[in-house]
C-alpha cells in the first residue's frame, strides 16, 4: 500500500526556516518524481516545486513564488523528499502536501497524496 | 504560465444529478489535465489523468474529455459521497497550475 506521511510543520516567525519532511513507503521510491502542493486555509491548491528522480539526475521545478526560498531535495535511501522553506512569509501558510508522481505517456502525474502538514508563518 | 478558469466555482444539486464542470486553459495543453476531488479536511484523490483515463479504483460514474483548451469532468448520478470540491491541474508546462476549484453541495 502507498503511504505518504508528511512532517515537520509548525509555527514560525516571519523571516524563520522550517524543514518539512515526506517520508514513503509501499513503492519503489527511486523510480519516482515527487511534487510539493500547498492550500492556504480556505484557499484552492498551489503546486509548490517538483524533484525528478536519479535517472533525471534529481533535478528541481519550483513555483515563482517561492523560487530561490524553497528547496526541495531527497534521500532515496531514506524513501524521504524534503522541502526546506527559508524567509518565511505570512502568505507561505498552508497545508503542505507530498505527492508521489506516476509516468504515463512520457508525463509524470501525482496520483498519491500524504495527509498533509500544517505551516503557520505568523509573529 | 498558464492559466486554468474552472466554472462555475460553485454548484448545488440533488443526489442522482448529472453534473458537469469545466475547465478552460489559458493555452492550448492537448490532453496534459488531471482532475482531482477534495472532501473537506482531506487531501486531494486523483481521479482522473490525461483528460480521460479513470484512475483505478474511481467509479465509472466520473467521466473526463476533451482537448486543447477546454476540458470537462462529468459526474453521471450524483452520489451523497461526491459532494466535495474539485480541481482541474494541468501537467503540460511548468509551473504545474491549479484551476481555482468548483465546490459541489448538496441542494
Known amino acids: 500500500e502507498v503511504q505518504l506521511v508528511e512532517s515537520g510543520g509548525g509555527l514560525v516567525q516571519p523571516g524563520g526556516s522550517l524543514r518539512l519532511s515526506c517520508a514513503a513507503s509501499?513503492?519503489?521510491?527511486?523510480?519516482?518524481?515527487m511534487d510539493w502542493v500547498r492550500q492556504a486555509p480556505g484557499k484552492g491548491l498551489e503546486w509548490v516545486g517538483r524533484?525528478?528522480?536519479?535517472?533525471?539526475?534529481?533535478?528541481?521545478e519550483y513555483a515563482a513564488s517561492v523560487n530561490g526560498r524553497f528547496t526541495i531535495s531527497r534521500d532515496d535511501s531514506k524513501n524521504s523528499v524534503y522541502l526546506q522553506m527559508n524567509s518565511l512569509k505570512t502568505e507561505d501558510t498552508a497545508v503542505y502536501y507530498c505527492t508521489r508522481d506516476h509516468l504515463y505517456s512520457d508525463v509524470y502525474w501525482p496520483d498519491y497524496w500524504g495527509q498533509g502538514t500544517l505551516v503557520t508563518v505568523s509573529s | 504560465d498558464i492559466q486554468l478558469t474552472q466554472s462555475p466555482s460553485f454548484l448545488s444539486a440533488s443526489v442522482g444529478d448529472r453534473v458537469t464542470i469545466t475547465c478552460r486553459a489559458s493555452q492550448g495543453i492537448s490532453t496534459y489535465l488531471a482532475w482531482y476531488q477534495q472532501k473537506s479536511g482531506k487531501a486531494p484523490k486523483l481521479l482522473i489523468y490525461a483528460a480521460s483515463t479513470l484512475q483505478s479504483g474511481v467509479p465509472s460514474r466520473f467521466s473526463g474529455s476533451g482537448s486543447g483548451t477546454e476540458f470537462t469532468l462529468t459526474i453521471s448520478s450524483l452520489q451523497p459521497e461526491d459532494f466535495a470540491s474539485y480541481y482541474c491541474?494541468?501537467?503540460?508546462?511548468?509551473?504545474?497550475?491549479f484551476g481555482g476549484g468548483t465546490k459541489v453541495e448538496i441542494k
Open positions: 491541474q494541468e501537467i503540460k508546462s511548468y509551473p504545474l497550475t
Open positions: 509501499g513503492f519503489t521510491f527511486s523510480g519516482y518524481y
Open positions: 524533484s525528478r528522480n536519479k535517472a533525471n539526475s534529481y533535478t528541481t
